[in-house]
């Protein structure tokens, strides 16, 4: 796995003073509060599964940890492949 105990969220508004190029959400709820932003700045939205719902739906049906995991994992994979994808797309 990948250790991310360090790691932490940001607000956006944190940045506000950088010259942004590009915003990327890849959250419906991120999409829908994310601030406006000057005209050359371009915001790419890309929608994945939320993998807490996806686990506690599972989990309902009785599901066992390891396949409620699996949830975390395929959407991680999901986001991987578009992070990697993002240059081609974007023109860069």
């Not at 050359?40 to 739906?57: L, T």
Request: glycine share 6%; with cysteine; charged share 25%.
């Amino acid at each position: 796995g990948v250790d991310v105990t360090s790691q932490k969220s940001e607000n956006i508004r944190d940045f506000a003073d950088l010259d942004l190029g590009f915003v990327i959400t890849v959250c419906g709820h991120a999409h829908e509060t994310c601030p406006v932003f000057p005209a050359n700045c371009q915001v790419v939205h890309s929608g994945f599964p939320d993998p807490p719902k996806m686990a506690k739906e599972l989990a309902e049906k009785g599901a066992s940890e390891e396949e409620q995991l699996a949830c975390y994992r395929q959407v991680r994979d999901e986001i991987r492949a578009y992070v990697e994808s993002l240059p081609e797309s974007l023109n860069l």
